[in-house]
């Protein structure tokens, strides 16, 4: 694991995963540095494919996020994504499968892919999100 993901991790109260985690190891790892909420992806194993959902839903600090981890094409999975959970009014959805970092806010709903810290071609990220209270107080593209 890089060592800028560790340094996060070690920092963070809740760690959020996205999917494709592609080996077992991985969530044992993170779990070393705080409580873990995943979804599948369509690169993991079928060991943790039953052990994560599809789809997640979780109330934290305010907000009702959906987590998932997306299909098809990665071009316009940002709106895939917020119309498949459009009908639940989320205050924001995370999302991986295209490991590329999208952020932005449509129809008041935050829109977040923390990208990949494992993305081959050197456009590794993740995200550190910060919420307090009903209000996101931090939200840091981490470039490596």
Same mark, same amino acid.
């Given at each position: $694991?890089?060592?800028?993901v560790?340094?996060? @991790?070690?920092? !963070?109260?809740l /760690?959020?995963? @996205?999917?494709? $985690? %592609?080996?077992? !190891?991985?969530p044992?790892?993170l779990?070393?540095?705080?409580?873990?909420?995943?979804?599948?992806?369509?690169?993991?194993?079928?060991?943790?494919? +039953?052990?994560?959902? +599809?789809?997640?839903?979780?109330?934290? +600090?305010?907000?009702?996020?959906? $987590?998932?981890?997306?299909?098809?094409?990665?071009?316009? /999975?940002?709106?895939?994504?917020?119309?498949?959970?459009?009908?639940?009014?989320?205050? $924001?959805?995370?999302?991986?499968? !295209? #490991?590329?970092f999208? #952020?932005?806010?449509?129809?008041?709903?935050?829109?977040?892919?923390?990208? !990949?810290?494992?993305?081959?071609?050197?456009?590794?990220?993740?995200?550190?999100?910060?919420? +307090?209270?009903?209000?996101?107080?931090?939200?840091?593209? %981490?470039?490596?």
């Amino acid at each position: $694991m890089p060592g800028r993901v560790v340094e996060a @991790c070690a920092e !963070s109260d809740l /760690i959020l995963h @996205c999917g494709d $985690m %592609v080996d077992r !190891s991985v969530p044992r790892e993170l779990e070393r540095f705080a409580p873990v909420k995943a979804v599948h992806g369509n690169m993991d194993p079928r060991d943790l494919q +039953e052990r994560y959902p +599809e789809f997640l839903e979780l109330d934290l +600090e305010g907000f009702r996020i959906f $987590m998932t981890h997306g299909t098809g094409p990665r071009f316009g /999975i940002e709106n895939r994504i917020h119309a498949r959970f459009a009908p639940q009014r989320p205050d $924001m959805v995370i999302f991986g499968h !295209s #490991h590329v970092f999208h #952020h932005d806010v449509r129809d008041g709903v935050i829109r977040l892919n923390p990208g !990949s810290p494992a993305e081959p071609g050197g456009r590794r990220s993740f995200a550190v999100l910060t919420l +307090e209270h009903g209000a996101v107080t931090g939200l840091e593209r %981490v470039l490596f």
